[in-house]
């Protein structure tokens, strides 16, 4: 306390105020104000004074760190800013005041109030004539839904003597936000730092998501966080009632430390499934619970969990050699947190159709382990691992890499399936999605759906051993974000482009007319070099499905999913390797494809496809490039590049709606292109990649006898006399 005069008398008023709210007893700073302004101030943004003698005589400003009053000769007022309590409870005032001098009079007093909302002033003291110096403190008001608090210091001295007032000091305990009667009590609303207490049914679709700092579910009552919706708890969870997470909420604790009490509910619903074979890959958020009871309607014969240090695929086929890697998961078994299980649907079930899958008990939070096998280097292909995520909300990859990466690599890939198993009951790994953590991006499986960083709650997924070791999950790994929990997320069917101006990335998709679906992704980021960086940028794709499409790296045998290179490589005269496989015999018409893009050189470059086999170079930026194939594996096929100059005729392309191709009776076929240019040869080839007829012509329409023309649809490679090449595919009824 400070004082200036030789002769002080010192009294503090203290204002304490009862709250029936308030859980906690702790106590924050509102308002403080010890006057360290210059002296002779007479107001500041944070209180102002109204002097009745404006005398030089008689001050009414700071003085030594001091408010003070000095022969007056009426009534000083003194007022402190508005003090914002709309979350206190508890509310503690005080201050420090004193008399000095001489010639004391019976009407000199010193008096404190407050007001509340600009309501009437409120007496707290006061103090008349001369007083000893002392402490009076008063305590606890109620906060029944007020927002503001003011304090005011009234002052009368009419002998020649001064008042002092200073450490005006306002605290106040953290109000708890309460829901009960369908609403916010004292419209007290959560957050980060506050005790929730759901008293009456409560859901976050209809109310919203919140944040607050535990969280108590009273009996009776339950807690819905509804999809596309969280809460957040950053340190403990009383359920005394019911949670409810529905397929795409979040549940998320922050502190490791934090504890869960008591019984939740995680509903889980599947994409739709074909048939009743199809798997799925489980991780449980909850604990103790068992197989059995998780999955009550699935064959016992249809559970399983991945032995990893099992596995051993020396023919590096991406299937266990001896067949003993996945186990029966038994009934009566606990499913493991962190650990994931495959299971298929019912038999009983509806297809197409979705699984509805309910893990209920205590949710599991803070710190978890899991160990990860590392096979030997007899597994030059990888070494698998299945994990499942542990928690009621999806957890970031990313994060779970960098607390990891002496374990594990930094390629995920999910389970979608989408495609019957073959003659051999095997499934086909191409209905694996992969994430990239170096290219911080995915590519679709044959769902067509593309993943992100995030893993669902409830989420098995497919990592690969860097190391034998123990996998760590933390709470810091959960996500929030309202789109974080969803399953995954479609890709447009538009050529699809974002903004972004640090790394450039080209998804392109193969499809075909009898179901083919294969997607690759290569980007320039920082940190890839063109050679093979490892799963941290470069991801293989198994070669089990019927056709894909890869791209290749120099010196490497393997076929990319994912490829990450030297963002300055990436220039006009940038080329692209992409290889083709199919295994199809049947007549097939394949379709090469941009599926979306980022960054500005690609936003600003036209993508062409050239195809080495044909010669032929197309625009893909402007249409999609179709041709057929005969079965094999052509690793050199085709290329991406950037500019016209890289056909090796330096010809230059159309796109195929220049080209008409129409059937003019018995075997005679019509080719016509506009008036300025004819055509000089044309080479038709069918869905197996067989050349049928090899063409002269010299107008701009020509009309072919074809008889050996059996097949209704084929591949049309037409050279103009100006030099453009025209790919079109023809169905001709």
């Avoid at 407050?114 to 009076?136: A, C, H, M, P, R």
């Avoid at 199919?582 to 195809?611: C, N, P, R, W």
């Amino acid at each position: 306390m400070k004082f200036n005069f030789t002769i002080t008398k010192l009294i503090a008023f203290t204002i304490l105020f009862l709250s029936s709210v308030a859980l906690s007893n702790a106590q924050t700073s509102l308002y403080n104000e010890t006057f360290t302004a210059n002296n002779g101030t007479t107001s500041t943004s944070n209180w102002s004074s109204n002097n009745y003698n404006t005398s030089w005589l008689s001050p009414f400003d700071v003085n030594n760190n001091q408010m003070r009053s000095f022969y007056s000769q009426g009534e000083d007022v003194w007022t402190s800013s508005s003090i914002d309590i709309s979350n206190y409870t508890d509310l503690n005032i005080s201050l420090d005041v004193s008399v000095s001098g001489w010639g004391i009079n019976s009407s000199d007093y010193i008096s404190a109030y407050y007001s509340i909302d600009g309501g009437n002033e409120v007496l707290i003291q006061s103090k008349f004539n001369n007083f000893s110096d002392t402490t009076i403190t008063l305590s606890n008001l109620q906060n029944n839904g007020y927002s503001n608090l003011t304090i005011i210091v009234k002052l009368r001295n009419d002998g020649f003597k001064s008042h002092t007032f200073d450490n005006v000091n306002v605290t106040g305990t953290l109000l708890d936000a309460i829901w009960r009667n369908n609403s916010w009590v004292n419209g007290v609303l959560p957050s980060s730092n506050k005790m929730v207490t759901i008293d009456d049914d409560f859901n976050t679709g209809i109310r919203g998501s919140f944040s607050c700092k535990e969280l108590t579910v009273n009996a009776g009552k339950t807690l819905t966080v509804d999809n596309e919706t969280y809460v957040e708890v950053e340190n403990d969870a009383v359920i005394n009632g019911d949670l409810i997470v529905e397929t795409k909420g979040a549940f998320v604790q922050v502190n490791d430390n934090g504890t869960f009490t008591g019984t939740g509910h995680v509903n889980k619903t599947t994409a739709n499934k074909n048939a009743w074979y199809y798997y799925t890959f489980w991780g449980s958020p909850v604990a103790n619970m068992t197989v059995a009871e998780a999955f009550p309607n699935v064959s016992s014969s249809r559970r399983f969990y991945f032995e990893a240090s099992n596995f051993l695929d020396a023919n590096n086929d991406n299937f266990d050699d001896d067949g003993n890697d996945w186990q029966i998961a038994p009934g009566n078994s606990v499913m493991i947190p962190g650990v994931a299980y495959a299971v298929t649907s019912s038999t009983s079930s509806t297809f197409p159709g979705p699984d509805y899958v309910t893990f209920t008990g205590t949710f599991n939070t803070g710190i978890i382990t899991t160990p990860i096998a590392y096979t030997g280097d007899a597994n030059s292909e990888g070494h698998p691992n299945l994990i499942g995520n542990p928690y009621a909300s999806a957890i970031d990859f990313d994060k779970l890499y960098a607390e990891n990466s002496s374990v594990i690599e930094g390629t995920v890939s999910f389970w979608s399936q989408a495609t019957p198993a073959n003659s051999s009951g095997k499934f086909s790994q191409n209905d694996y999605a992969t994430y990239s953590v170096g290219m911080h991006a995915g590519v679709a499986g044959a769902s067509e759906v593309i993943p992100t960083q995030f893993i669902p709650s409830g989420q098995g997924v497919s990592l690969t051993a860097k190391a034998d070791g123990i996998l760590t999950f933390k709470n810091n790994m959960r996500v929030k974000g309202t789109t974080d929990n969803t399953q995954f997320f479609k890709s447009s069917n538009t050529k699809n482009t974002t903004n972004n101006i640090v790394s450039n990335k080209l998804w392109i998709d193969l499809k075909s007319n009898n179901g083919v679906f294969s997607q690759i992704l290569v980007g320039y980021v920082d940190g890839a070099t063109n050679d093979n960086d490892g799963l941290m940028y470069d991801s293989p794709k198994s070669d089990s499905g019927a056709a894909l499409l890869y791209s290749t790296i120099q010196n490497s045998s393997k076929k990319y999913v994912i490829q990450g290179k030297n963002v300055n490589s990436l220039t006009d005269e940038e080329v692209i390797a992409l290889g083709f496989k199919t295994k199809i015999t049947e007549a097939t018409v394949y379709t090469i494809s941009i599926a979306q893009m980022e960054g500005d050189f690609l936003k600003g470059h036209t993508i062409y496809l050239k195809d080495n086999l044909l010669n032929t170079i197309h625009d893909l930026s402007a249409n999609d490039y179709t041709f057929s194939s005969e079965v094999g594996e052509f690793n050199s096929r085709f290329e991406i590049v950037f500019q016209t100059a890289a056909l090796s005729t330096d010809t230059a392309t159309l796109e195929s709606n220049t080209v008409k191709i129409f059937k003019q009776g018995q075997n005679q076929v019509c080719f016509k292109v506009a008036n300025n240019t004819s055509i000089k040869s044309i080479n038709i080839i069918d869905l197996q990649g067989r050349m049928l007829y090899k063409l002269k012509g010299v107008n701009n329409e020509e009309t072919y006898n074809l008889p050996h023309l059996n097949q209704s649809i084929f591949i049309a490679n037409i050279e103009l006399s100006n030099g453009a090449l025209v790919t079109k595919k023809a169905i001709l009824n």
